[in-house]
Protein backbone atom coordinates (compact mmCIF):
# COMPACT_ATOMS: atom_id res chain seq x y z
CA UNK A 1 0.00 0.00 0.00
CA UNK A 2 2.86 2.54 0.83
CA UNK A 3 4.33 1.92 -2.54
CA UNK A 4 1.24 3.05 -4.29
CA UNK A 5 1.05 6.10 -2.43
CA UNK A 6 4.71 6.85 -3.27
CA UNK A 7 3.99 6.29 -6.61
CA UNK A 8 0.83 7.98 -7.27
CA UNK A 9 1.57 11.13 -4.75
CA UNK A 10 4.26 12.48 -7.12
CA UNK A 11 2.62 11.95 -10.22
CA UNK A 12 -0.66 14.09 -8.75
CA UNK A 13 1.78 16.81 -7.31
CA UNK A 14 3.30 16.54 -10.89
CA UNK A 15 -0.18 16.97 -12.46
CA UNK A 16 -0.87 19.90 -10.22
CA UNK A 17 1.69 21.90 -10.27
CA UNK A 18 2.28 21.72 -14.29
CA UNK A 19 -0.48 24.19 -15.17
CA UNK A 20 0.01 26.69 -17.25
CA UNK A 21 -0.21 29.97 -15.28
CA UNK A 22 -0.86 32.72 -17.96
CA UNK A 23 1.10 35.67 -18.25
CA UNK A 24 0.38 39.35 -17.25
CA UNK A 25 -0.01 39.91 -21.42
CA UNK A 26 -2.25 37.41 -21.90
CA UNK A 27 -4.49 38.04 -19.25
CA UNK A 28 -5.05 41.46 -20.78
CA UNK A 29 -5.31 40.06 -24.27
CA UNK A 30 -7.89 37.78 -23.58
CA UNK A 31 -9.70 40.61 -20.93
CA UNK A 32 -9.86 43.32 -24.31
CA UNK A 33 -11.45 40.43 -26.22
CA UNK A 34 -14.68 39.75 -24.31
CA UNK A 35 -16.95 42.06 -23.26
CA UNK A 36 -17.89 42.75 -19.94
CA UNK A 37 -21.64 42.18 -19.90
CA UNK A 38 -23.28 41.33 -22.63
CA UNK A 39 -25.63 43.62 -24.42
CA UNK A 40 -29.09 41.78 -23.50
CA UNK A 41 -27.94 42.56 -19.72
CA UNK A 42 -28.17 46.41 -20.15
CA UNK A 43 -31.21 47.82 -19.75
CA UNK A 44 -32.50 51.37 -20.87
CA UNK A 45 -35.18 53.50 -19.58
CA UNK A 46 -37.96 53.57 -22.13
CA UNK A 47 -37.42 57.50 -22.64
CA UNK A 48 -35.69 60.46 -20.78
CA UNK A 49 -37.21 61.19 -17.38
CA UNK A 50 -38.63 57.62 -16.83
CA UNK A 51 -36.86 55.67 -14.23
CA UNK A 52 -34.69 52.71 -14.90
CA UNK A 53 -36.03 49.40 -14.48
CA UNK A 54 -36.11 48.67 -10.81
CA UNK A 55 -35.72 52.20 -9.60
CA UNK A 56 -38.99 53.93 -8.05
CA UNK A 57 -39.92 57.63 -8.41
CA UNK A 58 -39.38 60.02 -5.26
CA UNK A 59 -43.19 60.19 -3.62
CA UNK A 60 -45.82 62.63 -4.73
CA UNK A 61 -47.56 64.55 -2.73
CA UNK A 62 -50.81 62.82 -1.67
CA UNK A 63 -53.85 62.86 -4.30
CA UNK A 64 -56.95 61.96 -4.20
CA UNK A 65 -56.89 59.52 -7.53
CA UNK A 66 -54.71 57.43 -5.55
CA UNK A 67 -56.54 54.36 -5.18
CA UNK A 68 -53.97 51.88 -3.20
CA UNK A 69 -56.20 50.65 -0.18
CA UNK A 70 -53.30 50.65 2.16
CA UNK A 71 -51.70 53.76 2.27
CA UNK A 72 -52.47 56.02 4.84
CA UNK A 73 -52.92 59.76 4.64
CA UNK A 74 -52.92 62.21 6.96
CA UNK A 75 -51.10 65.78 8.16
CA UNK A 76 -48.56 66.26 10.26
CA UNK A 77 -48.03 69.37 12.59
CA UNK A 78 -45.13 70.65 14.27
CA UNK A 79 -44.68 73.52 16.97
CA UNK A 80 -43.86 76.89 15.65
CA UNK A 81 -40.27 76.66 17.50
CA UNK A 82 -39.70 73.29 15.80
CA UNK A 83 -37.68 74.25 12.81
CA UNK A 84 -34.67 72.61 10.42
CA UNK A 85 -33.81 69.12 10.62
CA UNK A 86 -35.09 65.75 8.96
CA UNK A 87 -38.83 64.09 9.36
CA UNK A 88 -38.81 60.54 9.29
CA UNK A 89 -42.67 58.71 8.76
CA UNK A 90 -41.96 54.90 9.98
CA UNK A 91 -45.20 52.62 10.01
CA UNK A 92 -44.82 49.48 12.07
CA UNK A 93 -47.10 46.98 13.01
CA UNK A 94 -49.25 47.92 16.13
CA UNK A 95 -47.15 47.38 19.33
CA UNK A 96 -43.88 47.17 18.02
CA UNK A 97 -41.51 49.77 18.79
CA UNK A 98 -38.06 48.85 17.42
CA UNK A 99 -36.43 47.44 14.51
CA UNK A 100 -37.30 47.47 11.08
CA UNK A 101 -40.08 49.34 9.68
CA UNK A 102 -42.72 48.19 7.27
CA UNK A 103 -42.37 51.45 5.13
CA UNK A 104 -40.24 54.51 5.67
CA UNK A 105 -39.86 58.12 4.03
CA UNK A 106 -36.85 60.47 4.62
CA UNK A 107 -38.26 64.22 4.37
CA UNK A 108 -35.59 67.17 4.61
CA UNK A 109 -36.24 70.75 5.66
CA UNK A 110 -40.00 69.74 5.75
CA UNK A 111 -42.93 72.65 5.54
CA UNK A 112 -45.36 72.57 8.09
CA UNK A 113 -48.75 71.32 8.26
CA UNK A 114 -47.27 68.60 5.74
CA UNK A 115 -49.54 66.43 4.01
CA UNK A 116 -48.37 62.70 3.94
CA UNK A 117 -49.16 59.34 2.37
CA UNK A 118 -47.36 56.34 3.56
CA UNK A 119 -48.05 53.01 2.02
CA UNK A 120 -47.35 49.80 0.44
CA UNK A 121 -44.82 51.70 -2.44
CA UNK A 122 -42.39 53.13 0.88
CA UNK A 123 -42.31 49.67 2.01
CA UNK A 124 -38.61 48.01 3.19
CA UNK A 125 -38.82 45.38 1.86
CA UNK A 126 -41.54 45.16 -0.82
CA UNK A 127 -44.39 42.21 -2.03
CA UNK A 128 -46.07 42.32 1.47
CA UNK A 129 -49.44 43.82 2.66
CA UNK A 130 -49.66 45.42 6.33
CA UNK A 131 -51.20 43.75 9.22
CA UNK A 132 -54.59 44.39 10.47
CA UNK A 133 -53.53 47.22 12.80
CA UNK A 134 -50.15 49.68 12.42
CA UNK A 135 -48.53 52.31 14.35
CA UNK A 136 -47.70 55.40 11.79
CA UNK A 137 -44.85 57.88 13.68
CA UNK A 138 -43.48 60.86 12.80
CA UNK A 139 -39.87 61.90 14.24
CA UNK A 140 -38.11 65.37 13.00
CA UNK A 141 -34.74 64.92 13.69
CA UNK A 142 -32.30 67.63 14.09
CA UNK A 143 -29.00 65.79 13.46
CA UNK A 144 -30.55 63.96 10.22
CA UNK A 145 -29.77 60.60 11.68
CA UNK A 146 -32.85 57.87 12.01
CA UNK A 147 -30.88 55.48 13.96
CA UNK A 148 -30.42 58.35 16.72
CA UNK A 149 -32.46 60.46 18.98
CA UNK A 150 -31.01 63.36 19.98
CA UNK A 151 -33.12 66.29 22.73
CA UNK A 152 -34.33 68.29 20.43
CA UNK A 153 -36.18 65.51 18.10
CA UNK A 154 -39.89 66.30 18.41
CA UNK A 155 -42.30 62.91 17.98
CA UNK A 156 -46.03 62.03 17.52
CA UNK A 157 -47.55 58.46 16.60
CA UNK A 158 -50.75 57.02 16.06
CA UNK A 159 -52.36 53.27 15.55
CA UNK A 160 -54.76 53.20 13.06
CA UNK A 161 -55.57 50.72 10.76
CA UNK A 162 -54.30 50.56 6.80
CA UNK A 163 -56.19 52.84 4.33
CA UNK A 164 -56.85 55.20 7.20
CA UNK A 165 -57.19 59.04 5.62
CA UNK A 166 -57.74 61.97 8.02
CA UNK A 167 -54.61 61.19 10.43
CA UNK A 168 -53.51 64.10 12.46
CA UNK A 169 -49.95 63.84 13.88
CA UNK A 170 -48.64 66.90 16.53
CA UNK A 171 -45.54 66.88 16.83
CA UNK A 172 -44.33 67.35 20.45
CA UNK A 173 -41.31 66.29 22.96
Not at 31 to 43: K, T
Not at 71 to 77: K, M, S, V
Not at 85 to 98: D, I, K, S
Not at 117 to 145: H, K, Q, S, W, Y
Amino acid sequence: MRAIVFVILPVVLAAACSQRVSTEEDFAREARDRPLISAEGVRLPAAVGTPAAGMRPAPAAPTAGDDDAQTIRGTIAAPADAAGGVLFLFVRPAGVEGGPPLAVQRIPAPAFPLPFAIGPRDAMIPGGPFPDRVTVEARLDADGNAMTEGLGDVSARADVAPGASGVDLTLGP
